[in-house]
């Protein structure tokens, strides 16, 4: 079973800043990491999945996310963040064969 | 796209009484999930369902707790006794096939449940 963790709460940057968020995981087995977004009043949405292969994992709207092994870290970037991109993102990963475990989660707050 | 559809929005009931919340997933989704947020805290693992039997179930999911699939297309969460914390948003989710490490979950929008 895996589980992450995620130490940025809360951060907020200006439009167009390069966006960084951190999550690490415990080793179990084979390793799959989700990063899921919520937007306010939205509902969970997938932005990109990592289950092997190329460790530079591409997702929807100009995200990305790497996976390195030697630090047990899949963290989350996007180059240059907009007004829009403000929401809570969580990192996750499965434990157990149907659930997902997810991070505390990291608020993004972008300011125009 | 379809989407996994949550009812109520918002559910305040009092503390004790019984709340049964409801979802329709994804019509060729086979497994099912619930997932809990309390205010300010992670999301939750509750229970998953396949085959019209749990497949897994955390601690949080007692014998308060139960799931069921009444028809063809819903799928509910039924808390027999509810206390203030259970208070949170409760996420319903389903994905294609088994497996969460390899079949993304789809979630909805989520019911707010209020205890007073």
């Known amino acids: 079973a895996q589980s992450v963790s995620q130490h940025n709460h809360h951060v907020i940057l200006s439009e167009a800043a390069s966006l960084e968020l951190g999550c690490n995981y415990s080793y179990g087995g084979t390793v799959n990491l989700f990063w899921y977004v919520q937007y306010p009043g939205q509902h969970l949405q997938l932005l990109l999945k990592y289950f092997s292969g190329d460790p530079l994992v591409k997702g929807i709207k100009g995200f990305e996310a790497e996976f390195i092994k030697s630090k047990f870290s899949f963290n989350l970037r996007k180059p240059s963040v907009q007004w829009s991109d403000t929401a809570e993102y969580f990192c996750a990963a499965p434990t157990g064969a149907n659930n997902l475990f997810f991070g505390t989660g990291t608020r993004l707050t972008v300011i125009p | 796209e379809p989407e996994v559809t949550q009812t109520p929005s918002h559910q305040v009931t009092q503390m004790g009484q019984e709340v049964i919340l409801r979802c329709v997933p994804i019509?060729?989704?086979?497994?099912f999930y619930w997932y809990r947020q309390i205010l300010g805290q992670k999301v939750e693992f509750l229970v998953s369902?396949?085959?019209?039997?749990?497949?897994?179930k955390s601690e949080i999911f007692d014998d308060q707790f139960s799931v069921e699939r009444p028809d063809g297309s819903n799928f509910t969460l039924k808390i027999r006794s509810t206390k203030l914390e259970d208070s949170a948003m409760y996420f319903c989710?389903?994905?294609?096939?088994?497996?969460?490490?390899?079949?993304?979950?789809?979630f909805g929008d989520g019911t707010r449940l209020s205890i007073l």
């Open positions: 989710a389903s994905s294609e096939a088994v497996g969460a490490g390899n079949q993304p979950q789809h």
């Open positions: 369902f396949y085959n019209n039997e749990i497949s897994e």
């Open positions: 019509s060729n989704h086979l497994y």
